[in-house]
């Protein structure tokens, strides 16, 4: 019995041991995660790598000195650093290219204002690390030369339109050109660049918006969208047989039109019947004829009106000349 109970003795206190040092192991770890935790002053080194958009260049550069940096750190983040073999942290972020101005006597050479990049650094490092003070005024880069080509833009827009609307105009692009840069050989292919397609459907207004450019491999675009206007306007189709008049034709001479009357097919704008049928007129030019050096020629419409889209039934007429 004496036997039995000094066994549950040497039980409990081999457990009370394994609590005791569990909890000391626990409140070991939680003062070292709270002390890691905080922040203190530190330094930190970085070489900066920016990306901008300066015509003629390349896009990206790397500062051909180190950035000293004084900020706050958390405790992990200066163990981490001191471990490094090298304790100078890259870094890369985007810049405008207006911060960047050239150094006198030095060929594609440009400085940047480290004054102007303190908020673009803090956003690029981990949240271990807050700059505080630049211990630079002032970084250059070198950025190597490229040839480059400004083309046109050209839109792919695959729309559908809601019943008695249409296009009424061409498509709006801004910018409308675009520069190229890339090696002289990729170059001499490139005389448009195209948008990715831009899906529309069921469109019954005019349609601003944004279009990103279809990458082309090998060069680098100067801008990667574009901004886009479609013009869209509702609209009615009416026919009319429209008298067919000549112009232009010499004195002593006439010309016999055949038909006479043509039946003009438009769009306009929605409006009545009756505002749409007054003021057109169709005639036929003495000078078009005789540069056509045949007979049949495509008859002019005349309109105070604005008119989408037309058609002629028949398209030509025949002339015949009378002196």
Not at 163 to 190: A, K
Request: glycine share 4%; net charge negative.
């Amino acid at each position: 019995m004496a036997r039995g109970g000094e066994n549950n003795r040497e039980s409990v206190i081999e457990r009370d041991w394994r609590v005791l040092i569990l909890s000391l192991f626990l409140a070991c770890f939680a003062w070292l995660v709270y002390n890691m935790s905080k922040e203190d002053y530190a330094d930190a080194f970085f070489l900066l790598t920016i990306e901008t958009d300066m015509p003629g260049y390349s896009s990206q550069s790397t500062a051909r000195e180190e950035l000293p940096v004084r900020g706050k750190a958390s405790g992990f983040y200066k163990v981490r650093n001191t471990l490094k073999s090298n304790n100078v942290t890259a870094v890369t972020i985007n810049v405008r290219a207006s911060l960047l101005e050239p150094v006198a006597g030095q060929e594609d050479i440009f400085a940047l204002e480290t004054s102007d990049i303190i908020k673009q650094l803090d956003d690029a490092l981990t949240t271990d690390f807050r700059v505080e003070f630049l211990e630079r005024d002032k970084l250059t880069f070198h950025f190597e030369p490229q040839e480059f080509v400004t083309v046109p833009v050209e839109p792919q827009l695959s729309v559908s339109f809601e019943d008695q609307y249409m296009q009424t105009g061409d498509i709006s692009l801004w910018p409308d050109s675009v520069s190229v840069y890339g090696p002289r050989s990729d170059l001499e292919h490139i005389t448009s660049i195209k948008t990715r397609v831009v899906y529309l459907s069921d469109v019954d207004r005019t349609v601003e918006g944004l279009a990103y450019l279809e990458p082309v491999k090998g060069v680098r675009l100067g801008t990667d969208r574009i901004n886009f206007t479609l013009p869209v306007d509702r609209y009615v189709e009416i026919s009319e047989m429209v008298p067919v008049a000549a112009r232009n034709v010499p004195h002593g001479m006439s010309l016999i039109i055949l038909p006479p009357r043509v039946k003009v097919i438009c769009r306009v704008p929605f409006r009545s019947r009756e505002e749409l049928a007054t003021g057109m007129k169709l005639f036929v030019d003495y000078e078009d004829l005789v540069s056509s050096r045949g007979t049949k020629v495509i008859p002019h419409l005349e309109t105070d009106e604005v008119v989408y889209r037309y058609e002629f039934d028949p398209r030509v007429v025949e002339c015949l000349i009378q002196e």
